[in-house]
């Protein structure tokens, strides 16, 4: 029976940006990928359509889906809503609902987008990084969270970060097992020295490395420290193992060493379930003008057809279609390099397409 591939759009340019990936999901299905389609709702969408941003309904095909590929929630007509209901709830819920606690985001650099990148070409040539970012639990689902009456005039708002033995556990040895196929090193991230559930983290990935890989070289660096050397000497990282928060915002800096946060996908793992999506929101910015990026979704795609759909060949068709475009000179706006052809997001996507076709 064919597997369920299940296409969230959400808000902004996430719904530009998955029908390119669409294409290429309809190319892998004319190339023998045995896989239907089938769309939901989430975020403001969601909201707009059905009062809440992640409908019962969207987690009850996600779970019958083999996985879902998600473009992005959010948006500046939302933010006048309760974070309650925002559209980045609907993206934390599904998150939680499929315990997708393994949130994996390469940063590699394109040779023929070394240019493109705000930092010296001889910092980021060849760079190719690993985030490993913990995606369930951590300060954005921790208990308390509110904002309260203080009664006299003042308010107080506040978060909770909690990690628990397991969930670090668990993590770490993701980030183990991608390192012993990489260059087998992990630097695992923290604030140790101030957040004693960060003491925890550390102490939790040290006794698991000792324990289970000692062959994989394991260091530990301070957020702070961490965030400087990504931009001071990238080449220093292969695999970062870090927390929710930290690693949102570090991979987020780490895109930027590829020229553009439209190039970095993802993919969002949990033991029984998985989705993949671009690292990036919805860019309200540039939403609905056809520009934006669609290459991180489209190697989200790759990604996976590579670890979901087991279609290892199709995926590096994908991949190799992707330095094909890149090869011809297309660029759209946020990684455009004098002398190279602009395109906007569509022009982008048939041209992946051609590419697939062509090879
Ligand atoms: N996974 C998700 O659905 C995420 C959703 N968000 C939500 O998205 C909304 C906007 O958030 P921002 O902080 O502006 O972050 P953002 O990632 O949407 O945009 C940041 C900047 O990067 C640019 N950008 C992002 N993706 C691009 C692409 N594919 N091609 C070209 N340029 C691109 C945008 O134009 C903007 O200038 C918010 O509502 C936020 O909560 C933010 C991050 C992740
Ligand atoms: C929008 C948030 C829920 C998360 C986020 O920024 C991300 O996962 O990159
Ligand atoms: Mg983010």
């Known amino acids: 029976m064919a597997k369920k591939v299940l296409v969230l759009p959400g808000d902004g340019i996430g719904q530009e940006i998955t029908a390119e990936a669409v294409k290429v999901l309809n190319w892998a299905i004319q190339n023998g990928a045995d896989i239907t389609l089938e769309e939901g709702l989430i975020g403001g969408t969601a909201y707009d359509a059905t009062?809440?941003?992640?409908?019962?309904?969207?987690?009850?095909?996600?779970?019958a889906a083999q996985a879902v590929l998600l473009g992005a929630v959010g948006g500046t007509k939302w933010e006048p809503l309760d974070i309650s209901v925002r559209p980045e709830k609907g993206l934390l819920g599904i998150r939680?609902?499929?315990?997708?606690?393994?949130?994996?985001?390469?940063?590699?650099?394109?040779?023929?987008?070394?240019?493109?990148?705000?930092?010296?070409?001889?910092v980021v040539a060849g760079i190719d990084i690993m985030v490993v970012r913990e995606l369930s639990s951590g300060i954005y689902f921790g208990q308390p969270r509110g904002v309260e009456d203080l009664g006299d005039g003042r308010k107080k708002g506040f978060n909770t970060l909690v990690y628990t033995t397991d969930e670090i556990e668990r993590i770490a040895r993701k980030a183990f097992e991608a390192a012993r196929k990489r260059s087998n090193r992990v630097c695992s991230v923290d604030k140790a020295n101030v957040l004693e559930s960060t003491e925890l983290w550390r102490e939790v990935v040290s006794d698991l490395?000792?324990?289970?890989?000692?062959?994989?070289?394991?260091?530990?660096?301070?957020?702070?420290?961490?965030?400087?050397?990504?931009?001071?000497?990238?080449?220093q990282f292969d695999v970062i193992v870090t927390t929710n928060m930290f690693g949102d915002i570090l991979s987020d800096a780490a895109s930027m060493l590829t020229g553009s946060i439209g190039m970095l996908p993802s993919a969002s793992l949990?033991?029984?379930?998985?989705?993949?999506?671009?690292?990036?929101?919805s860019a309200p910015d540039i939403a609905g003008k056809g520009i934006a990026n669609p290459l991180a979704t489209i190697l989200s795609v790759a990604m996976m057809l590579r670890y979901s759909l087991e279609l290892p060949q199709l995926a590096d068709g994908v991949e190799a279609a992707v330095v094909t475009v890149l090869d011809q000179g297309l660029r759209t706006a946020d990684i455009m390099q004098p002398g190279m052809t602009q395109v906007g997001t569509a022009q982008m996507g048939d041209a992946v397409l051609a590419a697939l076709n062509n090879a």
């Not at 941003?53 to 779970?63: M, R, S």
């Not at 324990?211 to 990238?234: C, F, G, K, T, W």
Request: net charge negative; proline share 8%.
């Open 51 to 63: 009062g809440t941003p992640l409908p019962a309904e969207t987690i009850t095909q996600a779970k």
């Open 96 to 122: 939680k609902a499929l315990d997708l606690y393994c949130n994996l985001r390469p940063a590699a650099v394109y040779p023929q987008l070394a240019d493109a990148s705000t930092l010296k070409k001889e």
């Open 209 to 235: 490395h000792k324990r289970e890989y000692a062959d994989v070289e394991l260091s530990h660096m301070y957020v702070d420290n961490a965030a400087m050397q990504l931009i001071r000497n990238p080449r």
């Open 270 to 281: 949990g033991d029984q379930f998985a989705l993949y999506e671009p690292i990036h929101g």
